[in-house]
T-cell receptor
Framework: AQSVAQPEDQVNVAEGNPLTVKCTYS??????LFWYVQYPNRGLQFLLK??????LVKGSYGFEAEFNKSQTSFHLKKPSALVSDSALYFC?????????????FGTGTRLQVTL | NAGVMQNPRHLVRRRGQEARLRCSPM?????VYWYRQLPEEGLKFMVY????????ESGMPKERFSAEFPKEGPSILRIQQVVRGDSAAYFC??????????????FGPGTRLTVL
């Protein structure tokens, strides 16, 4: 079975500072990893994904994520945070066992960016 | 290209009533997924459908819940005899049928079900 852990319920950062939202995963095969963002009372918006290739993945809104196989991590990063980045962030792993291709999500990390 | 459409956005039902949630996938997408998000929790997979087929329903409660994706029309998630514990946000996602399962799932805005 696959799983995702987001160890921090909330991350606080000042605007202009770099941010990191942590994610670790567990899968039996090759991991397909995703980051989504959810704004209040909205659906999930896709940010980026790792399938194969370069360990540093660039996504929407200036976000990037680094895949680290030895540490089984896929941390989300941004060099300079904005107040508008404040939202709920979900890491997810794709399950490809059998005929299923569902996503398994972490519990989410709330990012709060302040002036 | 319109995104994933869900309706209604908000649904209020009394205990014992039926709830029907609709999802129209993005154009060109033939795979639909339903997820449930309980308050202050992450999303939990419920069911995965293709046209006229249920592929994986391992996340569906055994009773009262059913889903379909007919040849024509939207996918429907149906909850019979709703109880207060069914109150949640229900999200639909869709993707194309790429070999290897690498395609991204795109999510709709969700239906927020409140059971009184």
């Amino acid at each position: 079975a696959q799983s995702v852990a987001q160890p921090e319920d909330q991350v606080n950062v000042a605007e202009g500072n770099p941010l990191t939202v942590k994610c670790t995963y567990s899968v039996s095969g090759n991991p397909y990893l995703f980051w989504y963002v959810q704004y209040p009372n909205r659906g999930l918006q896709f940010l980026l994904k790792y399938i194969t290739g370069d360990n540093l993945v660039k996504g929407s809104y200036g976000f990037e994520a680094e895949f680290n196989k030895s540490q089984t991590s896929f941390h989300l990063k941004k060099p300079s945070a904005l107040v508008s980045d404040s939202a709920l962030y979900f890491c997810a792993v794709r399950d490809l066992t059998g005929t299923a291709s569902k996503l398994t999500f972490g519990t989410g990390t709330r990012l709060q960016v302040t002036l | 290209n319109a995104g994933v459409m869900q309706n209604p956005r908000h649904l209020v039902r009394r205990r014992g009533q039926e709830a029907r949630l609709r999802c129209s996938p993005m154009k060109g997408h033939s795979h639909v997924y339903w997820y449930r998000q309980l308050p202050e929790e992450g999303l939990k997979f419920m069911v995965y459908l293709q046209k006229e087929n249920i592929i994986d329903e391992s996340g569906m409660p055994k009773e009262r819940f059913s889903a379909e994706f007919p040849k024509e029309g939207p996918s429907i998630l149906r909850i019979q005899q709703v109880v207060r514990g069914d109150s949640a946000a229900y999200f639909c996602a869709s993707n194309r049928a790429l070999v290897g399962g690498t395609d991204t799932q795109y999510f709709g805005p969700g239906t927020r079900l409140t059971v009184l």
